[in-house]
């Protein structure tokens, strides 16, 4: 009897620890918590030096090429681009929502524009090299849902921010967002990340795409 009843026991105990283990990211935290998880990501990064290796296509530019990238606040990026043997090309930078591109050579040329480059909102253009996650702002409460175990959503205004999720060092992680609004002739954006840093966790592969534009940036050396 007491061989039937530690083997009952053990089954029992078995079953619960499965049961644990297979918990989903929704059965785990609530909404709320993986939002505020997913946005602290890169939170306390306020600067930002290194290489990375950047595609864009776009009606405005087309291209793969290495860049050398240094953000200094939240505000400010700099990207000094390079051809294969690392003589300058182009300087790119970014002031809160304008950016000036300096293109190198026999005629030095300077365009100048605001908003968006290459298909990025230049909202988001820091923060991403930043190694930051585009959220609402927390402070004004957004409403926020689970749409499945991976899947939940946030949205605040006109915006709606749609995160994809797994657990990655024991807090959600976003592999995939898609950014939405009701504003007319706004396109739907699709963010994609990669490649976790250990610790910190921010991004070391991201993309960004529209219907006409992606972006994709690979860090080869990041000094944080």
């Not at 026991?9 to 993986?34: G, V």
């Not at 950047?54 to 990207?79: C, E, H, W, Y």
């Not at 790119?92 to 300077?110: A, D, F, R």
């Not at 298909?119 to 609402?136: E, M, Q, V, Y």
Request: net charge positive; charged share 25%; hydrophobic share 35%.
């Amino acid at each position: 009897m007491n061989a039937l009843i530690r083997s009952v026991c053990s089954i029992t105990l078995l079953l619960l620890l499965s049961s644990c283990a297979h918990q989903s990211a929704e059965q785990l935290r609530s909404a709320h918590e993986a939002l505020k998880e997913v946005c602290s990501i890169g939170s306390q990064q306020n600067r930002v030096t290194g290489s990375v290796w950047l595609k864009a296509r776009s009606p405005d530019i087309k291209g793969q090429f290495p860049a050398f990238v240094k953000v200094t606040n939240q505000q400010n990026l700099q990207m000094e681009v390079t051809n294969l043997i690392g003589s300058p090309q182009a300087n790119i930078n970014v002031n809160k929502h304008q950016y000036e591109i300096i293109l190198h050579g026999p005629k030095k040329k300077i365009i100048k524009g605001k908003d968006n480059w290459a298909g990025i909102p230049l909202r988001w253009a820091t923060s991403l090299f930043l190694g930051r996650i585009p959220c609402p702002n927390l402070g004004e409460e957004p409403k926020v849902r689970w749409h499945s175990s991976s899947i939940f959503s946030a949205v605040q205004d006109q915006e709606e921010y749609r995160y994809f999720v797994r657990r990655w060092a024991g807090q959600a992680w976003p592999e995939k967002l898609i950014w939405k609004s009701k504003a007319k002739d706004t396109p739907v954006i699709e963010f994609v990340f990669e490649k976790p840093k250990p610790k910190t966790t921010i991004p070391l592969k991201w993309s960004i795409s529209t219907k006409n534009s992606q972006v994709k940036v690979r860090w080869k050396r990041r000094m944080d």
